[in-house]
């Protein structure tokens, strides 16, 4: 099996780079010579991302493209996986960055709840969609934001749509997805053995980025107020460049960092049955997942 040679010259395939760690990421690969291609809900907001990741490598990078897809919509998922099959003959490195957390419960079109809809089954429909062009560009890797706040969070197998246990504003539902991806990083590593396909988690940390602006003025001004203990966005997403970089990581395939070292998950990011019976409950919250085209 080859081995890793760094990011230059790679394809790279980005959901969540239109701000915060993923565009800083973004930008700092196509530095790195990457070849970058950035998927976003709103396509004005996209196309502003892939001129700020041009002018980062000064015009000496690839011209970075641009997919829109809304990744709570199982549909759209699979439509972007399609769209990505089609347009790019090797994937080298999938980067699930895009997640959310909402304030108040909903359910999407497809009968899941909000949260867990972007956060984890976006990222398992669309990883597991796009794994035979992985494997066949291999060596590949697949890097998923995960985050510390799975800590104290359990995968609620009773209450998958959180009816009953929608916490703390949304904490505890988010919570429970970054636990989710780690769980499902172990568990694809795993069933990549042997492929020449590694997967990574890791935690960014306390980022000063917009996220979970998109809630009321209260999270907003919570936001505002940790700020000043907050990394900046090209802080935290060191570790997510270090991971689709380095040859360093190589044979660590499941493993969770933080500050582009190993870190050790929970109890519960380290039960192995509980990642076996997430995958499936997974396959069956998405259905057959093939490619829609």
Do not use: C
Request: overall charge negative; charged content about 25%; cysteine-free.
């Amino acid at each position: 099996m080859s081995e890793w040679t760094g990011i230059a010259g790679k394809q790279v395939l980005i959901t969540g780079a239109t701000n915060g760690i993923g565009l800083a990421g973004a930008e700092e690969l196509s530095r790195r010579a990457a070849k970058l291609a950035i998927v976003a809900r709103d396509e004005e907001k996209a196309r502003a991302s892939a001129q700020a990741i041009e002018a980062a490598s000064a015009g000496d990078g690839a011209p970075v493209e641009v997919l829109i897809a809304d990744l709570a919509s199982q549909a759209q998922v699979r439509g972007l996986a399609a769209e990505a099959l089609e347009r790019f003959p090797r994937i080298d490195v999938l980067i699930n960055n895009a997640g959310a957390m909402f304030q108040h419960r909903r359910i999407t079109e497809d009968g899941v709840e909000q949260t867990w809809a972007l956060n984890h089954l976006a990222p398992f429909l669309l990883t597991t969609l796009l794994l035979p062009r992985l494997e066949q560009s291999a060596p590949a890797r697949v890097i998923t934001t995960a985050s510390d706040a799975h800590r104290g969070a359990h995968i609620p197998f009773e209450d998958m749509r959180a009816e009953h246990g929608y916490r703390r504003g949304g904490f505890g539902r988010y919570g429970e997805t970054k636990l989710a991806n780690v769980l499902f990083t172990a568990e694809l590593a795993r069933r990549l053995q042997g492929t020449g396909v590694e997967a990574y988690s890791f935690h960014p940390g306390l980022v000063a980025s917009g996220f979970n602006r998109n809630n009321s003025v209260l999270m907003g001004a919570l936001m505002l107020l940790v700020k000043p203990f907050s990394r900046s966005t090209e802080h935290g997403a060191r570790t997510l460049v270090w991971l689709a970089d380095s040859p360093d990581v190589e044979g660590l395939s499941g493993a969770y960092f933080t500050d582009e070292k190993v870190a050790t998950p929970t109890a519960e990011g380290r039960d192995t049955e509980a990642a076996r019976r997430l995958w499936e409950l997974s396959e069956e919250q998405v259905g057959a997942a093939e490619p829609s085209a």
